[in-house]
Structure formats: C-alpha cells, structure tokens
C-alpha cells in the first residue's frame, strides 16, 4: 500500500526558504514520476515541480523556475521541494503525488497522478 507523507511546510516571510519533504513509504518509484502540486483556496491544483525517478529529469511550472528545486533520494523513499525566495502568491496547500500514468509531456497535470499524500501548508506573508 503506497502512502505518501508530506512534512516541511510552515509560515515564512516573504524572501525566506523552506523545503518541503514527501516520504514515499512502500512505493518502488524507480521507473516513475513523482510530482509536487499546490492549491490555494479557490484556485485549481498546480503542477508546481515533478522528477523522474529513473534519470533525474525535472520539470517546472513557469513560476517556480529559478527559485524551487526538486530532488530524490531513491533510497530513503523521499522526494524533496526546496523553495526559496518566497512570494505570498506560492501561499498554497502542499501535495506529494505519485504513480504517474499520464502521457509524457503531462507531468505537471494532476490527472496523470494515482497516489496523493494529505499536504502540507506553506504560508508565505
């Protein structure tokens, strides 16, 4: 059974960091894409970074390019968002997302995502 377990999320100035953390527990992700989306409150869930456990390829929404990095560590099961200089407009509910089923291209499209974790909020003023 895969659970998905985000952590790292909190309140922060805007300018400041914070990586947010999903644990993968009892998922082998080494063929698949993992993803990290957020949802502010009345606004659709966002593709914000996804990355291939195989070969490490990343992928970004637009708003975050620059300024949040995805990464994994295949052996501890997690997958990690660091984010830094924080904007109020990245203030959102966290999620994890894995098993990814969806046509290359489409990482950043909830929809292609079987597996989601709880979230974490980021709260940036």
């Known amino acids: 059974h895969v659970q998905l377990v985000e952590s790292g999320g909190g309140s922060v100035q805007s300018g400041g960091s914070l990586k947010l953390s999903c644990d993968a527990s009892?998922?082998?992700?080494?063929?698949?894409?993992l993803g990290w989306f957020r949802q502010a409150p009345g606004k659709e869930r966002e593709g914000v970074a996804a990355i291939y456990s195989g070969d490490g390829t990343t992928y970004y929404v637009d708003s975050v390019k620059g300024r949040f990095t995805i990464s994994q560590d295949n052996a501890k099961n997690k997958v990690y968002l660091q984010m830094d200089s924080l904007k109020p407009e990245d203030t959102a509910m966290y999620y994890c997302?894995?098993?990814?089923?969806?046509?290359?291209?489409?990482?950043?499209?909830?929809?292609?995502?079987?597996?989601w974790g709880q979230g974490t909020q980021v709260t940036v003023s």
């Open positions: 009892g998922y082998s992700h080494s063929s698949n894409c």
């Open positions: 997302a894995a098993d990814f089923r969806g046509l290359m291209g489409s990482e950043l499209h909830a929809s292609g995502y079987k597996d």
